[in-house]
């Protein structure tokens, strides 16, 4: 198994700058994967072998147990070899590379996230991450008037309420927040959107969060943008965190208006993410201002990132590499089984509350907890601490939701059950030392 170690990469580094070397560090042959597993994807997800062999993989600080892996998703070791290798050889190249040669280079890897997704490569371009594809397509989204709607819910992203907001206001329309109450199943949620749609006729665009940061709610964007779209509402859906968590494709979501993140739950470099436009909607989104004329028809004419960081884009083969070696379904398995170790571990305690259903549709890897009646941003800061110094556990407050705040808890590939039940007996412990 191999790992990159700093002497490595120093050797590496050091060997670039012999002006007399041609492309020292170049070949992603250099970079060794992981040989291809034969495990059952219905038996992977409480292998510890197997997981304890993908967490050799990352290289984590171990003196704390980690289960904030909502923030970004860090790169596995060849991954993050690949992504050295990458950004020595183009800053090799220099401009030469970048004028001469990025684009033949990342046309194929568009195409291979395309097929992933589903889509036509017409339908996507890279971007910086979820935060720019959403803000391109909620501030440039053609089709609101004066007197219609937006509406979004407690459970979406803080900076994509304030996108809504601020579209709202400059295209004289109004905006609709709603805190979606406690559900028990997707059926319950399918039927509140509906229920708001039907109380909002001037609702004309509403944003839809896959799974959200919050609370780790997984809403079916399918049936509530199937619902939409009958009633004349389009629906952007902000997939940041939900692509990889979950094995799914675009296709999936009925959306015609996409945010992705790479560098989340892919494990890609920071700075790569997606957005996807329908084919048929593209002149609703109209181009960003800095496009140019001849970018009109294309869809990377709806987002300007300006100069970018190549190396991270060219470094997605090798994440679809890793991600494949662990496979789509197991990770997903995976997530959702260490989750339920905590949760199930602790749910004969009353005085912890579970932010997420138990229908498995509506969660993922992350779930939120509160102690019972601890709402306050304070409360929730508090027992974070608690956490890390009484416990070594990290984790993270999260405010927002209508109903108050809470503490996420988000495992990652290279977790273990351990980890997981470490996190149970502290949680139980919290409960108690908190009084409760
Ligand atoms: C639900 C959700 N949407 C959007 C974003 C923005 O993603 P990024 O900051 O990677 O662009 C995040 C980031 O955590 C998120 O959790």
Redo the contacts with the bound molecule.
């Keep these: 198994m191999t790992r990159f170690s700093r002497r490595q990469f120093l050797a590496t580094t050091l060997a670039s700058t012999s002006l007399a070397t041609a492309m020292p560090f170049s070949t992603m042959a250099d970079v060794k994967f992981p040989a291809p597993h034969s495990e059952a994807p219905r038996d992977i997800a409480s292998n510890e072998a197997f997981w304890a062999k993908v967490a050799s993989y990352y290289e984590v600080k171990r003196d704390i147990v980690n289960v904030e892996n909502?923030?970004?998703g860090i790169m596995a070791s060849p991954v993050m070899q690949s992504y050295f290798s990458h950004t020595a050889r183009v800053n090799q190249d220099n401009s030469y590379y970048s004028r001469r040669k990025y684009w033949s280079e990342l046309k194929p890897i568009l195409h291979s996230v395309a097929a992933r997704l589903a889509v036509s490569p017409e339908e996507i371009c890279f971007?910086?991450?979820?935060?720019?594809?959403?803000q391109n397509l909620i501030a440039n989204y053609r089709l609101l008037k004066p007197g219609d709607a937006v509406m979004y819910a407690d459970v979406?992203?803080d900076?994509?309420q304030a996108a809504m907001d601020a579209k709202a206001r400059t295209a004289g329309a109004k905006a609709v927040k709603f805190a979606l109450p406690p559900v028990t199943n997707s059926d319950d949620i399918v039927a509140y959107y509906s229920h708001m749609l039907t109380q909002n006729p001037a609702c004309k665009l509403l944003l839809l969060?896959?799974?959200?940061?919050r609370n780790g709610l997984v809403i079916p964007v399918a049936a509530i943008a199937k619902i939409a779209k009958s009633k004349g509402v389009d629906v952007i859906v902000?997939a940041?965190?939900s692509w990889g968590q979950i094995n799914l494709t675009a296709s999936d979501l009925e959306a015609d208006f996409i945010?992705f993140?790479m560098?989340?739950w892919y494990g890609a470099p920071?700075g790569v993410?997606v957005m996807y436009v329908n084919r048929t909607r593209l002149h609703d989104i109209a181009p960003n201002m800095s496009a140019s004329p001849e970018q009109s028809d294309s869809i990377w004419g709806r987002v300007h990132s300006g100069t970018s960081n190549f190396a991270a884009f060219l470094t997605v083969p090798e994440v679809l590499r890793f991600h494949d070696w662990i496979g789509a379904d197991a990770k997903e398995v995976r997530l959702k089984y260490l989750r339920n170790l905590w949760v199930n571990a602790i749910s004969h305690i009353s005085a912890i509350d579970i932010l997420t259903p138990n229908d498995p549709q509506c969660y993922g890897g992350i779930t939120a907890f509160r102690l019972h009646n601890k709402t306050s941003s304070e409360d929730n800061r508090r027992i974070v601490s608690y956490l890390l110094e009484n416990h070594g556990i990290f984790t993270v407050h999260r405010d927002g939701l209508a109903s108050g705040s809470c503490v996420r808890i988000t495992p990652s590939y290279y977790n273990s059950d351990k980890d997981m039940l470490t996190v149970a007996k502290a949680l139980e412990e919290a409960a108690r030392a908190f009084r409760l």
């Design positions: 909502g923030n970004w971007t910086r991450g979820a935060t720019e594809a959403l979406d992203y900076a994509m969060t896959h799974l959200s940061h902000d940041a965190h945010g993140n560098h989340k920071i993410g």
